[in-house]
T-cell receptor, first 112, second 112 residues
Framework: EDKVVQSPLSLVVHEGDTVTLNCSYE??????LLWYKQEKKAPTFLFML????IEKKSGRLSSILDKKELFSILNITATQTGDSAVYLC????????????FGSGTQLTVLP | EAQVTQNPRYLITVTGKKLTVTCSQN?????MSWYRQDPGLGLRQIYY???????DKGDVPEGYKVSRKEKRNFPLILESPSPNQTSLYFC???????????FGQGTRLTVV
Protein backbone atom coordinates (compact mmCIF):
# COMPACT_ATOMS: atom_id res chain seq x y z
CA GLU A 1 0.00 0.00 0.00
CA ASP A 2 1.29 3.43 -0.93
CA LYS A 3 2.26 5.61 1.99
CA VAL A 4 3.05 9.31 2.24
CA VAL A 5 4.00 11.01 5.49
CA GLN A 6 4.43 14.74 5.86
CA SER A 7 5.95 16.53 8.79
CA PRO A 8 5.47 18.60 10.73
CA LEU A 9 1.67 18.60 10.69
CA SER A 10 1.61 22.23 11.69
CA LEU A 11 4.14 25.03 11.86
CA VAL A 12 3.88 28.62 13.07
CA VAL A 13 6.66 31.07 12.21
CA HIS A 14 7.20 34.81 11.88
CA GLU A 15 7.76 36.70 8.67
CA GLY A 16 11.34 36.41 7.50
CA ASP A 17 11.90 32.96 8.99
CA THR A 18 13.02 30.00 6.90
CA VAL A 19 10.99 26.80 7.00
CA THR A 20 11.59 23.24 5.86
CA LEU A 21 8.70 20.93 5.15
CA ASN A 22 9.25 17.19 4.89
CA CYS A 23 7.66 14.48 2.79
CA SER A 24 8.61 10.82 2.95
CA TYR A 25 7.01 8.24 0.71
CA GLU A 26 6.73 4.57 -0.07
CA UNK A 27 5.14 3.89 -3.43
CA UNK A 28 5.62 1.18 -6.00
CA UNK A 29 7.19 2.18 -9.31
CA UNK A 30 7.86 5.76 -8.27
CA UNK A 31 8.13 8.19 -11.17
CA UNK A 32 7.80 11.72 -9.81
CA LEU A 33 6.63 13.79 -6.89
CA LEU A 34 4.41 16.85 -6.86
CA TRP A 35 4.16 19.67 -4.34
CA TYR A 36 0.97 21.70 -4.02
CA LYS A 37 -0.01 24.79 -2.04
CA GLN A 38 -3.56 24.95 -0.73
CA GLU A 39 -5.04 28.11 0.66
CA LYS A 40 -8.77 28.23 1.32
CA LYS A 41 -9.55 26.71 -2.04
CA ALA A 42 -8.28 24.08 -4.48
CA PRO A 43 -4.62 23.00 -4.38
CA THR A 44 -2.36 24.86 -6.77
CA PHE A 45 0.69 23.28 -8.33
CA LEU A 46 4.17 24.28 -7.15
CA PHE A 47 6.74 21.73 -8.27
CA MET A 48 7.19 18.46 -10.06
CA LEU A 49 10.36 16.56 -9.19
CA UNK A 50 11.48 13.62 -11.24
CA UNK A 51 15.18 13.32 -10.64
CA UNK A 52 17.14 13.55 -7.46
CA UNK A 53 18.40 17.07 -7.00
CA ILE A 54 17.11 20.57 -6.65
CA GLU A 55 14.22 22.21 -8.44
CA LYS A 56 13.56 25.90 -7.84
CA LYS A 57 10.18 27.48 -8.36
CA SER A 58 11.00 30.97 -7.36
CA GLY A 59 13.72 32.75 -5.52
CA ARG A 60 12.21 31.85 -2.13
CA LEU A 61 10.88 28.35 -2.76
CA SER A 62 13.00 25.35 -3.50
CA SER A 63 12.56 21.63 -3.25
CA ILE A 64 14.85 18.63 -3.13
CA LEU A 65 14.07 15.05 -4.05
CA ASP A 66 16.10 12.11 -2.79
CA LYS A 67 15.00 9.00 -4.66
CA LYS A 68 17.39 6.78 -2.76
CA GLU A 69 16.15 7.76 0.69
CA LEU A 70 12.57 8.28 -0.52
CA PHE A 71 11.93 11.78 0.67
CA SER A 72 11.50 15.31 -0.50
CA ILE A 73 11.77 18.62 1.27
CA LEU A 74 10.27 21.99 0.48
CA ASN A 75 12.18 25.03 1.65
CA ILE A 76 10.72 28.49 1.95
CA THR A 77 13.09 31.31 2.82
CA ALA A 78 12.18 34.82 3.96
CA THR A 79 8.61 33.71 4.60
CA GLN A 80 5.71 36.12 4.07
CA THR A 81 2.17 36.06 5.42
CA GLY A 82 1.02 35.07 1.93
CA ASP A 83 2.90 31.81 2.34
CA SER A 84 0.38 30.72 4.97
CA ALA A 85 -1.30 27.63 3.55
CA VAL A 86 -1.40 23.86 3.67
CA TYR A 87 1.42 22.30 1.67
CA LEU A 88 0.75 18.90 0.16
CA CYS A 89 3.09 16.43 -1.44
CA UNK A 90 2.00 13.62 -3.75
CA UNK A 91 4.17 10.94 -5.37
CA UNK A 92 3.13 9.57 -8.74
CA UNK A 93 3.54 5.91 -9.62
CA UNK A 94 4.13 4.81 -13.17
CA UNK A 95 1.65 2.35 -14.56
CA UNK A 96 -0.79 3.17 -11.80
CA UNK A 97 -4.10 4.72 -12.66
CA UNK A 98 -4.51 5.68 -9.02
CA UNK A 99 -2.34 8.64 -9.88
CA UNK A 100 -1.67 10.68 -6.83
CA UNK A 101 -1.45 9.64 -3.20
CA PHE A 102 -1.45 12.71 -1.03
CA GLY A 103 0.11 13.21 2.35
CA SER A 104 -2.01 14.81 5.07
CA GLY A 105 -0.23 18.09 4.52
CA THR A 106 1.66 20.63 6.61
CA GLN A 107 -0.29 23.64 7.84
CA LEU A 108 2.06 26.63 7.70
CA THR A 109 1.09 29.84 9.45
CA VAL A 110 3.29 32.90 8.98
CA LEU A 111 2.68 35.67 11.50
CA PRO A 112 3.50 39.32 10.74
CA GLU B 1 -8.78 28.61 -20.46
CA ALA B 2 -7.77 25.17 -19.19
CA GLN B 3 -9.90 24.28 -16.23
CA VAL B 4 -11.76 21.71 -14.18
CA THR B 5 -15.27 22.78 -13.29
CA GLN B 6 -17.26 21.35 -10.41
CA ASN B 7 -20.85 22.03 -9.52
CA PRO B 8 -22.31 22.88 -7.17
CA ARG B 9 -19.78 24.72 -5.01
CA TYR B 10 -21.89 24.37 -1.89
CA LEU B 11 -24.63 21.90 -1.11
CA ILE B 12 -26.66 21.17 1.98
CA THR B 13 -28.87 18.12 1.78
CA VAL B 14 -30.72 15.66 3.97
CA THR B 15 -29.80 12.09 4.74
CA GLY B 16 -30.88 9.66 2.05
CA LYS B 17 -31.61 12.15 -0.73
CA LYS B 18 -29.66 11.17 -3.83
CA LEU B 19 -27.32 13.79 -5.22
CA THR B 20 -24.79 14.23 -8.01
CA VAL B 21 -21.75 16.46 -8.08
CA THR B 22 -20.63 17.18 -11.61
CA CYS B 23 -17.07 17.54 -12.84
CA SER B 24 -15.99 18.60 -16.29
CA GLN B 25 -12.54 19.27 -17.78
CA ASN B 26 -11.65 20.90 -21.08
CA UNK B 27 -8.07 19.64 -21.41
CA UNK B 28 -8.79 16.27 -23.03
CA UNK B 29 -7.19 14.57 -20.01
CA UNK B 30 -7.35 10.81 -19.71
CA UNK B 31 -7.13 10.56 -15.94
CA MET B 32 -9.78 11.92 -13.60
CA SER B 33 -10.22 11.44 -9.86
CA TRP B 34 -12.43 12.39 -6.97
CA TYR B 35 -11.04 13.23 -3.55
CA ARG B 36 -12.54 14.15 -0.25
CA GLN B 37 -10.73 16.35 2.22
CA ASP B 38 -11.35 16.21 5.94
CA PRO B 39 -9.45 17.98 8.73
CA GLY B 40 -6.31 16.10 9.69
CA LEU B 41 -6.82 13.45 7.00
CA GLY B 42 -5.59 15.23 3.92
CA LEU B 43 -6.90 14.38 0.47
CA ARG B 44 -8.23 10.85 0.18
CA GLN B 45 -9.06 9.36 -3.17
CA ILE B 46 -12.62 8.12 -3.64
CA TYR B 47 -12.64 6.87 -7.24
CA TYR B 48 -10.48 7.33 -10.28
CA UNK B 49 -10.79 6.79 -14.00
CA UNK B 50 -8.15 6.03 -16.59
CA UNK B 51 -10.37 6.79 -19.53
CA UNK B 52 -13.92 6.49 -20.85
CA UNK B 53 -15.78 3.56 -19.28
CA UNK B 54 -12.77 2.67 -17.09
CA UNK B 55 -13.20 3.43 -13.40
CA ASP B 56 -11.90 1.94 -10.18
CA LYS B 57 -12.08 2.38 -6.44
CA GLY B 58 -9.70 4.56 -4.50
CA ASP B 59 -9.12 4.52 -0.77
CA VAL B 60 -12.60 5.48 0.45
CA PRO B 61 -15.18 4.40 -2.16
CA GLU B 62 -17.97 3.27 0.18
CA GLY B 63 -21.19 5.20 -0.36
CA TYR B 64 -20.12 6.68 -3.70
CA LYS B 65 -20.55 5.88 -7.37
CA VAL B 66 -19.01 7.39 -10.47
CA SER B 67 -19.39 7.10 -14.21
CA ARG B 68 -17.22 8.05 -17.18
CA LYS B 69 -19.39 8.01 -20.26
CA GLU B 70 -17.54 10.90 -21.89
CA LYS B 71 -13.91 11.84 -21.58
CA ARG B 72 -14.58 15.32 -20.26
CA ASN B 73 -17.13 14.42 -17.54
CA PHE B 74 -16.74 12.46 -14.33
CA PRO B 75 -19.76 12.88 -12.03
CA LEU B 76 -19.76 11.75 -8.40
CA ILE B 77 -23.01 10.17 -7.23
CA LEU B 78 -24.16 9.72 -3.66
CA GLU B 79 -27.15 7.39 -3.83
CA SER B 80 -28.07 7.72 -0.16
CA PRO B 81 -25.96 10.38 1.52
CA SER B 82 -25.19 10.12 5.21
CA PRO B 83 -23.79 12.70 7.66
CA ASN B 84 -20.34 11.06 7.58
CA GLN B 85 -20.10 12.13 3.95
CA THR B 86 -20.09 15.76 4.99
CA SER B 87 -16.80 16.92 3.54
CA LEU B 88 -14.98 19.05 0.99
CA TYR B 89 -14.80 17.28 -2.36
CA PHE B 90 -12.34 17.89 -5.18
CA CYS B 91 -12.29 16.62 -8.71
CA UNK B 92 -8.92 16.45 -10.46
CA UNK B 93 -7.72 15.62 -13.94
CA UNK B 94 -4.34 14.82 -15.43
CA UNK B 95 -3.01 13.90 -18.84
CA UNK B 96 -0.86 10.90 -19.55
CA UNK B 97 2.80 11.23 -18.77
CA UNK B 98 4.47 13.04 -15.93
CA UNK B 99 2.06 15.92 -15.65
CA UNK B 100 0.56 17.88 -12.82
CA UNK B 101 -3.01 17.31 -11.75
CA UNK B 102 -5.50 20.14 -12.15
CA PHE B 103 -8.13 20.58 -9.47
CA GLY B 104 -11.66 21.85 -9.56
CA GLN B 105 -12.77 24.60 -7.19
CA GLY B 106 -14.17 22.16 -4.66
CA THR B 107 -17.66 21.28 -3.46
CA ARG B 108 -18.48 21.71 0.18
CA LEU B 109 -21.17 19.16 1.02
CA THR B 110 -23.13 19.08 4.25
CA VAL B 111 -25.47 16.18 4.94
CA VAL B 112 -27.89 16.73 7.82
Amino acid sequence: EDKVVQSPLSLVVHEGDTVTLNCSYEVTNFRSLLWYKQEKKAPTFLFMLTSSGIEKKSGRLSSILDKKELFSILNITATQTGDSAVYLCAPISSGSARQLTFGSGTQLTVLP
Amino acid sequence: EAQVTQNPRYLITVTGKKLTVTCSQNMNHEYMSWYRQDPGLGLRQIYYSMNVEVTDKGDVPEGYKVSRKEKRNFPLILESPSPNQTSLYFCASRGQGLMEAFFGQGTRLTVV
